[in-house]
């Protein structure tokens, strides 16, 4: 099934490529402008979530070369052969990545739809940055979309792990 096609589907514009999820490296049929969120729900990963479609909620969250992207408006073609990072690939229920365990010793989540955006945010955000200011923080959480009203708890969780904390 080509959900990237409306009407009629075209095999003349699918393409072989491969793709390093989790870091484990999987060859797929797409076309190479198919949304990379639409080839991953393909494969069978749980997350990313389709949240909007627009790029504007982060359900989608994914991250790819260190940096979390918007899978629902990445472009197969700009993510084949590049490592990419599914919640699915921080860790297991066993053994959580610092990330996840910081997020359940908050209990920063209520309905969980939108967790996805938040944690993959998260870790990127502090791989590349391991103690942001809270103006970081916030700029790097700008476009995340929660409808629940977990942030309070979030940003707990993530000022714990960035040693920011506040009183």
Known sequence: MDLCVTGQVSFAAMSRLSLKVNGKVRTVD?????????????????????????????????????????????PMKTAAGKDITTLEGLGTPGKPDRVQQAFIDAQAFQCGYCLNGWVMTTKALLDSNPRPTESQIRAAFEGLVCRCGSHVRILDAVRQLAGTRQA
């Open 30 to 74: 797409a076309d190479p402008d198919c949304p990379l969120l639409y080839v991953l729900h393909d494969e069978e990963f749980r997350n990313p979530r389709f949240g909007c479609g627009l790029g504007q909620c982060g359900a989608c969250t994914v991250i790819i070369g260190g940096r979390a992207v918007r899978s629902c408006q990445t």
